[in-house]
C-alpha cells in the first residue's frame, strides 16, 4: 500500500481544492472553511469521488460539512488510511 | 374517456402485454455494471400494493409527499398514486437540514395526507377501475428554491400526455427505447426521464444524483453502457464532464449511439457547448447531439428544442442587447459580442415574444417575456388563485387570451429562440431555481448589525458578458450593516456570511459588498430593489465599507 503523509495528503488536497475553485494553492490556507473561498455542495461532492479514488478511504458525502478545512480533512484521511478502512 | 392515451393507460398495457420487459433499471455503478432492473409486471404489482395501501390511508384527490431517493420505491411509489388517484407530490429525500424544511414546507402547503419516506407494500391488492380523465390531477411539481414561499405547478394528466408526446415527437427515434440520466426526481427534467420512456414502453435508466456529482464520468459511462440514446442534464453537468474527464476516461466511452443530449433547466452556455463537443469528439460524440432546450415546470417541463443539427450558436451584439433587441454580428468580428445558443423551436405549443409591460408581440428580434400556451401549460399553482391568475391567463394586446407568463426574456432570431435572462429576480445555479429572499434570510440571521437592516442577493455572470464567457450564473449579495466594524472584522463577517450561505443553501457567493444603512434602493412601498441594487454593485457606485466582488464582474 501507498505510504501517505501529512504534508503530501495536504499538498495533494489544496491542489484539488485550487483546481475546483480557480485560483492558486498558495491562496488557501489549511485552517480557513473552504466554504469562504466558494466551495459549494456540487464541488464538495467531486471532492469526495477524487479522495475516495486516490487514497482508497471512504468518505461520506458530508464531508466538506463534517470537516470544513483542508487542515480537518487532511486528519480524516489520515485516520482512515491509518485504520485500514476501504472504500467499496 | 375511451380515447384519451395517458401514460397511466401506457403503462398498464406494457404490463398486460410484456410484463418482462424492463421499465426501470437503477444503476449504481456503471463502472462494474451494478444495477437493478424492475420489470413492466412488477411494477404494476408493485404499484398496485402501494395503491392499496394508499386506500386505506386516505381518499382520492388526497396529496400524497414522494420523499424519496431515485429507486423503484419512487416509480413505484408514482405509480401507486395514479392508480388510487391521489395527487403525487414528488419532494427531495431528507438528508441535510434544508431538505427535512423544504418537505415539511411543500408538506403543508399542500396539505399532504401522506408523506412517504419509504415504501411499505401493503398485503392487499388493489384493481384500478377507471382509467384517468385528462383534467384529473397528476401531481403537484414544486419548482425548486424557495422554502419561505413554496408553489406547487398543478399538473393534470392531460399535461403529462400532452409533453411526453412533444418531447416524442421532437427527440424520439424508432427501436428500443432506452431514456435516463442522474438528475434528482423532483426536478421537473429529472422526473421527465423516469417517464418519457414509459410513455413509449421503452426503460428508463437512472442513476442517483450523488453518484454523478461524484465521479461525474459515470453519467457518460452509464449513457454508452447501457445504450442510452436520450439522456438530459443542465449545462453545468456538460461543463463538469469537458473539465473532469481524463483522457483514460474519454478513450474507454463510445457514445456514438447518443442521439440527443438534452441541455436544459439553465442558460445554454456557448463555451460549453463548445469545451464538450469537443472533449468528447474522440469518444464519438456527435455533435447534432447536443440538443439545448427551454422549458419550465408551468408548462411541465419542455417548451422548445433544438433537434436536428448541431446548436446553433449567434454572436449578438452587446450593447443592442442591453437596448434589449438580438442583433447577429458578423461571425468573425468578435469583439464587444455575448455568444447565445439557439434553444430551437417549440412543435407543440405556441411561444411568442411579448413586451412584458403593455402585452404587445413583439417582433423578431426584439426581446420580451416568453409566453407560451398549449396543452401542457399547467392550469395554475395549488392553493394560489391570484398568482395562478397573474400568471396562467396573460391576454395579449391583440385580444389572444390563455398564455402563461414564463418570467424569461428572450427573442426570436430565424425562427428560433434564443432565451437572454429572466424578468424575475429569480437565480439559477447548477439547474437550481433560487429565491433572493431566502439566501437574504439567511445572511441577515449571521450578525446582529445586519439583523433589522436590507439587503439583495442576485445573480451576475462571470466574466463581464465577453464572447468566451462560461455563462454560468454567479451569486453576489448586498447588505446594509450597523456600526463601523474595523476592516479585519468585516473580512471575517464576509467569511462567515459565505458558509452560512453555503451550508443553508449549497451554493457559494462570489461577492459580498456590505454597505451603510439606506444604501440599498427600496420602492416607495420599502420592498428591495434588486437589479437596481445589482446595477449600482457591478458598476461600483455603492460606496461600500467592504466589498469583494471581483473586479471581472464590473
Known sequence: MVQHDSTAVRRWLTTQVARYLDTTAD??????????????????????????????????????WDYPTIDAIQRYVLDALRSGATAL | MGTFHSLLSAVRD?????PEAAALTVVTDPD?????????????????AVAAGLCATGKPGDRVVLALPTGEDFATALLGCWYAGFVAVPAPPPGRPGEIDRIGAIAEDCAAAVVLTDVSLSTM??????????????????????????????????????????????????????????????????????????????????????????????????VD???????????FAYALCARQLTDAQVDGLDLSRWTAAISGAEPVSAATVAAFTHRLAPAGFRPEALSPCYGLAESTVYVTGAGAGPPTVRAVDAAALADRRLVALDPVAGTGGRALVG??????????????????????????????????????????????????????TDGEPGWLRSGDLGAMLDGELFVTGRAKDTIVVYGRTLYPHDIEATVRATAPQLA??????????????????????????????????????????????????????????????????????RTTS???????????????????????????AR
Open chain 2, 225 to 235: 453502457r447501457y445504450d442510452i440514446q436520450i439522456s438530459a442534464g443542465p449545462d
Open chain 2, 14 to 18: 406494457r404490463a398486460a402485454t410484456h
Open chain 1, 27 to 64: 491562496r488557501i490556507a489549511p485552517h480557513t472553511p473552504l466554504a469562504e473561498y466558494g466551495l459549494d455542495s456540487v464541488i464538495s461532492l467531486t471532492l469526495c469521488g477524487d479522495i475516495e479514488d486516490h487514497f482508497g478511504v471512504p468518505v461520506e458525502p458530508t464531508l466538506a
Open chain 2, 452 to 521: 433589522t437592516l436590507f439587503g439583495a442577493a442576485f445573480g451576475f455572470h462571470g466574466s463581464g458578458g465577453d464572447i468566451d464567457s462560461t455563462g454560468g450564473e454567479r451569486i453576489a449579495v448586498v447588505h446594509e450593516l450597523q456600526g463601523r466594524p474595523e476592516p479585519a472584522d468585516l473580512r471575517a463577517l464576509a467569511g462567515r456570511i459565505r458558509s452560512r450561505v453555503a451550508a443553508a443553501h449549497g451554493v457559494a457567493l462570489h461577492g459580498v459588498v456590505l454597505v451603510r444603512p439606506g444604501a440599498v434602493p
Open chain 2, 32 to 48: 462494474a455494471g451494478v444495477h437493478r432492473t424492475l420489470s413492466y409486471g412488477e411494477l404494476d404489482r408493485r404499484g398496485r
Open chain 2, 526 to 552: 420599502g420592498k428591495v430593489r434588486r437589479s437596481a441594487t445589482r446595477d449600482l454593485a457591478l458598476a461600483g457606485a455603492l460606496s461600500p465599507l467592504y466589498t469583494d466582488l471581483p473586479e471581472t
Open chain 2, 125 to 222: 391488492d388493489f384493481q384500478p377501475a377507471m382509467r384517468p380523465a385528462a383534467e384529473d390531477i397528476a401531481l403537484l411539481q414544486y419548482t425548486s428554491g424557495s422554502t419561505g414561499d413554496p408553489h406547487g405547478v398543478v399538473l393534470t394528466h392531460g399535461n403529462l400526455a400532452h409533453n411526453l408526446a412533444g418531447i416524442w415527437t421532437a427527440f424520439g427515434r424508432p427501436g428500443t427505447v432506452r431514456i435516463g440520466g442522474w438528475l434528482p426526481l423532483y426536478h421537473d427534467m429529472g422526473l421527465a426521464m423516469l417517464l418519457m420512456p414509459w410513455w413509449v414502453g421503452g426503460t428508463s435508466i437512472l442513476m442517483p444524483p450523488s453518484v454523478f456529482l461524484r465521479r461525474p464520468h459515470r453519467w457518460l459511462r452509464m
Open chain 2, 343 to 396: 434553444c430551437g423551436t417549440s412543435g407543440h405549443l405556441e411561444v411568442r415574444v411579448v413586451d412584458p409591460d403593455t402585452g404587445r408581440p413583439l417582433a423578431a428580434g426584439h426581446i420580451g417575456e416568453i409566453w407560451i400556451r398549449g396543452g401542457s401549460v399547467a392550469g395554475g399553482y395549488w392553493n394560489r388563485p391570484a398568482r395562478s391568475r397573474a400568471v396562467f391567463t396573460a391576454v395579449t
